[in-house]
């Protein structure tokens, strides 16, 4: 996609922000297309995928916000919405369904305070061997992991070679292993 289209989407995806709906028509219009198409693609079934689009699109009116043109690519940020969406949508149909009667007998999933705390160390040992990976390695590797980041996704976000990006990944995550194996003996 040529840099002036990504500048333009970057443009009316601002503009659908602050809520102007002649740039939400444009957007559509320019993108229903190939968000159709993974909607498609992943639902497997027309109308299924054109309930998707429609949600996806009221997803990106509700989200645009959140938006920043420099962390990510405007097509790839919208194509990974709708992509979360059908995702979403593709686990419940593999929830299994129970009766209402069987609700009282469902145990509570939350953490009890002694698992609490040690999720909080777990994490705080996370974050500190974070950061001692150089920033951008970091926020490839949290980009990736906690976001679903693809590998081209981000080499085209930090303007490096695919196999470049999946090397950086692969190191910083042994420099990880390595770091928390220290920080737990």
């Known amino acids: 996609m040529s840099q002036t289209i990504e500048l333009e989407l970057d443009d009316l995806i601002a503009r659908v922000a602050l809520r102007d709906r002649q740039a939400f028509d444009v957007?559509?219009?320019?993108?229903?297309?190939?968000?159709?198409?993974?909607?498609?693609?992943?639902?497997?079934?027309?109308?299924?995928?054109?309930?998707?689009?429609?949600?996806?699109?009221?997803?990106?009116?509700?989200?645009?916000?959140?938006?920043?043109?420099?962390?990510?690519?405007?097509?790839s940020w919208l194509t990974t919405l709708t992509r979360n969406l059908a995702i979403d949508r593709l686990r419940l149909r593999q929830l299994p369904v129970v009766p209402v009667e069987m609700a009282a007998d469902v145990p509570d999933g939350n953490p009890n305070p002694e698992a609490e705390f040690a999720l909080s160390e777990d994490r705080s040992r996370i974050q500190a061997c974070l950061d001692e990976l150089e920033t951008d390695r970091a926020d490839a590797v949290r980009s990736a992991y906690l976001e679903g980041y693809s590998y081209q996704e981000l080499a085209d976000r930090f303007g490096t070679p695919l196999n470049t990006m999946r090397t950086w990944l692969r190191r910083s995550l042994l420099r990880l292993r390595d770091c928390l194996e220290q920080a737990s003996l």
């Open 27 to 75: 957007l559509y219009t320019q993108t229903s297309g190939r968000l159709f198409a993974v909607a498609l693609r992943m639902m497997k079934n027309r109308a299924e995928a054109e309930d998707l689009l429609q949600d996806a699109f009221i997803r990106i009116w509700q989200k645009a916000g959140t938006f920043h043109p420099g962390q990510a690519k405007a097509l």
